[in-house]
C-alpha cells in the first residue's frame, strides 16, 4: 500500500476511528431556518462591518453558549439578546415572526457571507475575534450594562465585551 499502512497493523481502524470521532464531535446541524435566522441577526446586527464583523458577532452568539451549537438559535431567539430581533423576541410582528426579518436581511450585499459565517459556526471552524466576548455595542454606547464589562475587542464599529 502506497500510504505506509500494513494490513492488520491496526492503522485503518485508527483512521475510521478518527473520522468517526471528528463526526460525532460536529454532530449537529441545523435546519434551514435556524440556519437563516442565524444568518439574519449577524447581517441585521453587523453587515456594515464586513466579514470581521459578521464574524465577531458569530462568536458573541457562540461564547453566550458555550460554544454548544445546539444553543445558538436559542441564543438569538432569547429576548432582547440583540437589538436587530428585539421586535421579534417581544412579540412585536403580528404573528409574522422571523420571516420579515429574513426576507430583509436576504437582500444585504453580505447575505451569501454571512451564511458562509454561520456554517463556520456551527462546524465549529470559526476563529474567535472576541477574546471571549459575550457582549457588544456600538464603540460610542455607553450604558450601565457596561459597567461590568471589560472591552475584549474593537472591530469596526462595535466594541465587544465580556464580564469582569
Known amino acids: 500500500m502506497g500510504c505506509g499502512f500494513k494490513p492488520g ?32 441577526c449577524l447581517v441585521l446586527e453587523a453587515s456594515s462591518d464586513g466579514p470581521l464583523g459578521l464574524m465577531a458577532v458569530a462568536n458573541v452568539i457562540s461564547n453566550r453558549s458555550d460554544g454548544d451549537p445546539s444553543r445558538f438559535y436559542k441564543v438569538v431567539k432569547k429576548p432582547y439578546a440583540f437589538s436587530s ?7 412585536r410582528t403580528g404573528g409574522r415572526g422571523y420571516a420579515p426579518l429574513v426576507r430583509k436581511a436576504s437582500r444585504d450585499p453580505n447575505w ?16 474567535d475575534l472576541t477574546n471571549g466576548a459575550t457582549h457588544f455595542a456600538l464603540k460610542k454606547k455607553r450604558a450601565s450594562w457596561m459597567s461590568s464589562m471589560q472591552v475584549t475587542a474593537i472591530i469596526g464599529s462595535h466594541k465587544f465585551m465580556r464580564k469582569y
Open 112 to 127: 451569501g457571507l454571512s451564511l458562509k459565517v454561520v456554517d463556520r459556526l456551527y462546524a465549529g471552524t470559526l476563529q
Open 85 to 91: 430581533v428585539n421586535a421579534v423576541t417581544k412579540g
Open 9 to 40: 497493523s491496526g492503522a485503518l481502524l485508527f483512521a475510521v476511528l478518527v473520522v468517526v470521532t471528528t463526526q460525532a464531535i460536529g454532530a449537529y446541524t441545523p435546519d434551514q431556518w435556524e440556519r437563516q435566522v442565524v444568518a439574519a
